[in-house]
Nanobody
């Protein structure tokens, strides 16, 4: 069974930064891609960013483009999400997803952007 463990969620003021990490119990190369999704109360889960493990190509949702950066550390089997210029509307539970023959999800980490 694959485990994904997210960390790094916190309370931060608008304009601040956070870095989320997702550690996998298996080499990230065993997955086609990894990504971050988020879900705010009352909303559907939405895609934030993805990274293809084979070539490192990335994709970002329009509302985070230019502010968030997804990256991978092959040696540590982790995928990170650097979030800058955070806005209150970024408040959500952030989930890590690993896509392969089977999809895996982490348990989520809370990000709250507020004064």
């Amino acid at each position: 069974q694959v485990q994904l463990v997210e960390s790094g969620g916190d309370l931060v003021q608008p304009g601040g930064s956070l870095r989320l990490s997702c550690a996998t119990s298996r080499s990230i190369f065993s997955f086609y891609s990894m990504g971050w999704y988020r879900q705010a109360p009352g909303n559907q889960r939405e895609l934030v960013a993805t990274i293809t493990t084979s070539d490192g190509s990335t994709y970002y949702a329009d509302n985070v483009k230019g502010r968030f950066t997804i990256s991978r550390d092959n040696a540590k089997n982790t995928v990170s999400l650097q979030m800058n210029s955070l806005k209150p509307e970024d408040t959500a539970v952030y989930y890590c997803r690993a896509r392969g023959l089977i999809d895996y999800w982490g348990q989520g980490t809370q990000v709250t952007v507020s004064f």
